[in-house]
Structure formats: C-alpha cells, structure tokens
C-alpha cells in the first residue's frame, strides 16, 4: 500500500496546543467543516433578510419607500449567489464533506489538511470580498445571479462600477478554495479508505459528495474562464463578450462581441452547479432515510450508478437554460432531449427512497421528518422540470414566476431542507449534546409547510403570465387583482418561514450550552462516524487503531440479530444474535 | 481489465475483509492522483478558453495578431527545461545525487527564461500598437500566454519545495516523487503551449 501518513498513523498528527492552533488556523477536517458550515449559515441567513426585502417589495408595493428598483434587484442578484454558490455548495462539501469523508471512510484526517485549512481561509476571503460590495460605492450588482453580459457592466446596471468587479474577484476566489478542497476531497475518498472500506462499502452521502467534487472540479472552470473574460471586458474595456453597443446616446468602444457564448460558459458551468447541490443532497437523505427507517437502502449499487449517471449527464444538458437565448433551435431539440433522459436515473432514486420507506420500522424523528418532507419537495420541484425541459412549454414560461416556483422547489427548498435533516441527524456527533426535539419539530412543520404556501401559488402566477425579475406589475390588464392579493399572502408565508428558521438557530446554541449529553450513536446507525471511541470525535478520529470494515453501511434489521443494526467495524462472528436463531453467517454462499 | 469493475460489487452479501487489499483498489500515490485530478481542471480551463476563442473568432472583427519569431525560441527553452527535468528525474532514480541537482537547477534556469521570453514577446507586442483591448485576437493572446505563465510560475513554487526538499535531507523517495511530478507537471505546461502556440500561429 502506497503510505499515507495521516491515514493509518495517529502519531503524524500535529496535535495542536494553543487555543489559536486548535480553533482559528486548525488542520483537523472536523473543525474545518464547522468554519465553513457557520460561515456558510451566516451568508445564509443574509441571503434570507434579502429574500424578506424582496418580499415585502412584491407583496406591498409603493409601501417600502427604502426599496427602490436598483435596491431590488441587488437583492434578487445577491440573494441568489449567495444562496447557490456560497451557502448551499459551501456547506454540502465545504461543512458535509470535510466532516463527513474522513470519519466515513475510516481515515484520520483529510489527506492534506493544510491545504484543507487553507481552502477554508480563501473560502472566509471570498465571501468578506462579496460582503463587501454591499459597502462600496454603486452597492453590490444587481445583474441577475446569472451576470449575464453586456448589461452586467454596462452604465444603467446597478453596482455596474465596482459591484460587479467585487462579484467576479470573490467567485474567482471562490473558486480557488473549491478547487483546493475538492481535490482534497477526492484524493481523500480515492486513497485513504481504512482496510476493507471498497468504493462499494462507501456510504451514499460519500458517494453523493464525491461524485458532486468531481463536478465542481469540471465545472467550476467555466466560471472562471467567463469571470476572467468579463473582467477584462470590465476593467480594460475588451471586447470577448461586448458586441457594440450604443449606451445613454454613446457609443461604446466595444464591438463584435457575443453575450451568447458567455451564456454557454455559464451553463456549463451553471447546470452542473445544480447537481453540485444536488448530488450530496441526495447522498445524505439516502443515509438519513435508511437508518430512520430502520432497512437498508433499497438498490444500493443502482443508488450509486444512478449518482455517477447523473453526474455525467449533467455535462450536456446546459442550454436548456437558454431555450429563449436566441440560439440554434436543434440545439433546444438536443438539450431538451438529454435533460428528459437526466429524469430517468433521478426517478429511480426516488423510487428507491419510497421503497426503502416501504414497510420500514419507520421512526419519526426530527431528521426523518426533513428527509421525508424532502421527497415531496423534490419530486414535486422535479416534475415541473419535465414541463420546462421541452421547449415549447419552457418558452410561454420562461420569464414568469412558474421557473421561480420550479427551481425553489427543486434547488432551494429540497436542499435546504436535506441540510437540516443532516444538521439534526449530525448535530449530536457534532456537539456530544442533544437538540431539543419539540423545537426541531416545530421547526419542520413550519418549514415545511410555509414553503408550500410561498411556492405553490407561484405555478399559479407564472401561469397567468406574471413576469419574474420585476420590482412591481404595474397596472397590467392581464393579470387580476386576486394576483396582488396572493402575491401579498406568499409574502407573509415567506417572512413567516423566514423567522421561522431561528427556532433553528436558537435551538443550535440553545443546546450547545444546556443540551442533553448525547448517546455516541443515538440513532443506532451502523456508518463508522457513529463508532468513535470519542463522542465527539477528538482530533485524530480514532484512538489507537483504525476500524477495519466487514461490511457496506446497510446492515439494519438483520433477522435473527439481537440490535436491528450492524454497525460496519463489528467483525462478523461477533455479532450478537438471538437465541435460536443460529450463527450470523456470511450471505456471499446463499446467493 | 475494466478499471469500473468495483463499481459491480454486490457489497450488501460478503461480510469479510479477506481478500481486499489493506490500501484498497487504488495504490497511486495520494500527492500523484491529486496532481492528475488538478491537471484535468487546467486541461477543462484551457479546454474552455480554447472553445471561447473558436467561437469569438469566426466574429467578423478579428484580426490575427503577427507572430513574434521570439516565440520559437520560448518554445524551445519551454521543451529543453521539460526534458532537464525529465532528465533529472531519471538520474535522480540512479542516485546521482550532483547531476541531479545540475538538472533541478538547470530546468528552473531555462523556465525563467521562457517566462522572461514571454514578458518579452508582450512588451515587443506593445511596442507595435498591439494593445490587449484593441481586437479580440490581441485580448486572448495576452489572457492564454498570461494565464499559461501564471501556471508555470506556480510550477516553480513547487520547484522550490523540491529543493528545499533536498536541502533539509527528506527522504530518498519523498524527493524522488516530488521531482517525478514537477517532471510530469512541466511536461504538462509543455503541451499546453504547445496547442496554444499552434492556435496563435494558426489562426
């Protein structure tokens, strides 16, 4: 075996002594992941104070004399950065990841932790660059998330000065701490399994992150290039994007240049980002699912086939986010036919997670209800994919509130709502303490619920043909009242949710200070992170030796066996069984 | 052999750790797999830049840059510093520790030289009115040759920890990996220059 020090010897760490060398510059992957994941819930929580801003807008308009236009749509633009790119990537791979590869797999630590230290401190770096473009002159760009060009960085856009230049520098650096943690994390999964942990024995959430790391590290150079090309096209007045223009009665120096490529650049980069999320978020579900339900995962290796397809396939479906560009349209013919077929593999994992619920020993606790409520979530945001997917329907529907309802259903409140069943399923490993049940239930409900009142209605606007992306609707003959009325009422659903997620946060430091000392494996899971010798785990992972795995991460409800769960590291003739039910045998000779 | 076969394990029926190596399927070593994975990521940027530059330049207003002859010569010290380090990397395997430092020494020699050549080739460019905003054509070459620098510049960061390596006398097989990758880093960037060089002189 090719020897990796940090993976099977324990004296190679650098136990850290100061307080600054255990919590500030820290190399141990369990308290990276708590950096990136508070870092990541703080942009969060100022994404969702500007969602509430851009709320009240819609639903009270001419009310809020503090919001005016420009306002509104650098609300809209950083409310959906932040929320794709800096929390929910963030905190999947950046917080999931770090904690959850190495104690998964069996390993000590990351396999380079300094870089991983460092792709937090660039991770930090980026988001203070994006917070502050809120302070500079001009505000921060109100471009749309999708920074489409030549309006981007052209007079008229908001934040088109120094806004949009911060925008390009934080993603570009942004994309430099991807890049180190994720080739940290790949590297991780490949090479430092502990002995008998095959890629096949993997639990899903490290299958899900692996796969979504690839992506990103594929992806994300499109970004890269397109935020490069802009900048200069910014900053040097070039012309790769700039066709020429004719701004405020001038005319620009710019000519020639084609806003459709930066479109594609961004696509490419910009569909995969969506299973960027998606992938871990079904990762963890399918743990979270299994161990609540008390069975294994129905189809594991169609599980994990199904993730690598959905990964691959993603590659080629990017422009079907541009069936109203104004490209080829044979183009939208292949685009629309590719994403039709990404349904089929993303149909069978939800099959998959219904039939792990089918006749499960189901527990309702805090993190199965977020993982259930995520099925429906997903399923629903899912099918409204399959309208947008063929051109003729995406077309009437494009530009109105039935895309905003598809991709919140689909990318906002499934992920989110995969997150927190994560962060209640991981918080006691995390912490050693217990979170107060009655509150995280609380929490779910209104959750789940409220964003049902806010996106469903919204099929229904965008149906009427309420147009997206505009700071009020004037007096338009198409659209009714009712509209206004209900535009009103999604906006104290969204301020409802919204305040909501503090019983979240409250009910994080509530028990972190008086929280119930937890149980090591309080839900009885069999993964390995559940069998540290420390609760929670100390740096180094796991004591003296490393866990040997016998077996994949599934094993729950095993006739005959005395607990309804096998953990991984437990050696096959040690397995305590029933009396009378006979030895717990390997199954290899029965099939 | 189909390198995906672990993908086809039915792990829900062996119950055993008989049989599976103790460092699992992949025995690369972990510093090596991370440098491919990092080189495919160059590879899609260039990749990407490359697509960029097709579509912007069937645009009615491009205009090919001339090209400096001083760019045959770059190329040349870019190939020469590739196969020093190759070269090092060889002598190094047969303990040859005084031609190996000749060799370290000498391919960082010639790379400097090759980025100088290029901070040349730039200044020459503006010199002639060649101005990175004037067309389109001029904008990529700057970017690509720009960017392409960067990433030699960065190769020879990891130079100096090779040799800081051999300074403080790591281990034998510790400085043999860290040259075997610089080797296969350089070799890299060569090839990268070389499809770039290609598509300057060739559109």
């Known amino acids: 075996m090719t020897y990796i020090p940090i993976a099977d010897q324990p004296n190679e760490l650098h136990d850290p002594h100061t307080f600054i060398s255990k919590y500030v510059w820290s190399q141990d992957h369990k308290v990276i992941a708590i950096q990136y994941g508070s870092v990541a819930i703080f942009v969060g929580l100022v994404a969702l104070f500007l969602s509430a801003l851009m709320r009240l807008q819609l639903g009270y308009p001419d009310t809020f004399s503090f919001i005016d236009p420009a306002d509104y749509y650098q609300f809209v633009t950083m409310h959906g950065m932040i929320m794709v790119v800096y929390l929910l990537t963030a905190l999947f791979l950046g917080g999931f990841g770090n904690y959850l590869i190495p104690l998964q797999i069996g390993a000590r630590d990351m396999v380079f932790p300094y870089l991983n230290m460092l792709s937090f401190w660039f991770y930090l770096l980026s988001v203070i660059i994006l917070m502050a473009s809120f302070f500079v002159s001009g505000g921060p760009t109100g471009a749309g998330w999708t920074l489409y060009p030549p309006q981007a960085i052209l007079r008229g856009t908001p934040g088109a000065d120094m806004g949009i230049v911060l925008m390009l520098a934080s993603l570009a650096v942004f994309i430099v701490a991807f890049t180190m943690g994720g080739l940290n994390y790949v590297t991780t999964v490949l090479q430092a399994r502990t002995h008998g942990m095959t890629m096949m024995r993997l639990p899903l959430s490290v299958w899900g992150i692996f796969v979504a790391t ?49 479109q594609h650049l961004f696509w490419f980069f910009g569909h995969p980002e969506v299973y960027i999320v998606a992938l871990p978020a079904f990762g963890l579900v399918s743990d979270v699912l299994s161990c609540h339900a008390r069975k294994n995962i129905f189809g594991y290796r169609m599980m994990v086939w199904a993730i690598v397809i959905i990964g691959a396939l993603s590659f080629i479906v990017w422009a079907h986010h541009m069936y109203v560009s104004g490209m080829n349209p044979y ?24 039939l792990t619920l089918w006749e499960g020993n189901i527990r309702l606790t805090v993190p199965m209800l977020f993982a259930i409520g995520f099925i429906f979530t997903f399923l629903h945001g899912g099918l409204t994919g399959i309208f947008l997917g063929n051109v003729t329907v995406d077309l009437p529907l494009s530009d109105t509130y039935f895309v905003v309802a598809h991709f919140h259903m689909v990318m906002g409140v499934s992920p989110v709502l995969v997150l927190y069943a994560a962060l209640y399923h991981w918080f006691p490993k995390m912490s050693g303490k217990m979170f107060n049940v009655t509150l995280g239930k609380i929490h779910f409900w209104a959750t789940f619920l409220g964003t049902y009142a806010i996106y469903l209605p919204m099929h229904y606007l965008g149906f009427l043909g309420v147009p997206r992306r505009y700071y009020a609707m004037g007096n338009t003959d198409f659209i009714p009242d009712s509209a206004q009325a209900l535009n009103a009422n999604i906006t104290q659903a969204a301020i409802f949710v919204g305040i909501m997620q503090f019983v979240f946060i409250f009910n994080i430091i509530w028990s972190l200070k008086y929280g119930k000392k937890s149980d090591p494996n309080p839900w009885e899971a069999t993964s390995l992170e559940w069998q540290t010798p420390d609760n929670p785990p100390v740096h180094g992972n796991w004591g003296e030796k490393l866990p040997v795995v016998y077996r994949w991460a599934y094993e729950y409800s095993v006739p005959g066996a005395k607990d309804d769960f096998i953990p991984q590291s437990i050696a096959p003739e040690d397995v305590v069984m029933e009396e009378g039910a006979g030895k717990y045998v390997d199954r290899s000779e029965e099939h | 052999m189909n390198p995906f076969r672990f993908l086809l394990e039915k792990s829900w029926q062996q119950q055993t750790v008989s049989g599976i190596p103790e460092g699992g399927e992949f025995t690369t070593s972990p510093y090596k797999v991370a440098l491919l994975f990092f080189l495919a990521v160059v590879t899609v940027m260039f990749g990407l830049f490359i697509t960029a530059y097709f579509v912007r330049m069937e645009l009615d207003d491009w205009r090919p840059m001339p090209e400096s002859p001083l760019l045959w010569l770059n190329t040349a010290l870019l190939f020469l510093s590739s196969i020093t380090l190759q070269w090092t990397h060889n002598v190094l395997k047969k303990e040859h520790f005084k031609k190996f430092k000749i060799g370290l020494v000498l391919g960082a020699l010639l790379t400097v030289g090759f980025v100088y050549g290029q901070v040349t080739v730039w200044g020459q460019m503006q010199g002639e009115g060649y101005f990175l905003y004037n067309n389109p054509a001029n904008a990529f070459f700057y970017v690509l040759t720009g960017i392409h620098a960067i990433h030699i510049l960065g190769g020879l960061f990891v130079w100096t920890k090779t040799i800081v390596k051999y300074w403080s006398g790591a281990e034998l097989e510790d400085l043999k990996l860290s040259t075997e990758l610089c080797a296969l880093y350089w070799h890299f960037l060569l090839l990268v220059w070389l499809v770039l060089f290609a598509l300057i002189s060739y559109t």
């Open chain 1, 214 to 262: 690839i992506l990103g590290l594929f992806a994300f150079p499109a970004l890269f290039v397109s935020a490069i090309m802009m900048t200069f096209d910014k900053l040097i007045g070039t012309s790769f994007f700039m066709p020429a223009i004719v701004s405020l009665g001038e005319n620009l120096n710019t000519a020639g240049g084609s806003p459709v490529l930066f």
């Open chain 1, 331 to 354: 183009f939208g013919f292949f685009f629309a036919f590719t994403t039709l077929i990404i349904a089929v593999p993303t149909a069978i994992k939800v099959y998959n997670w219904v």
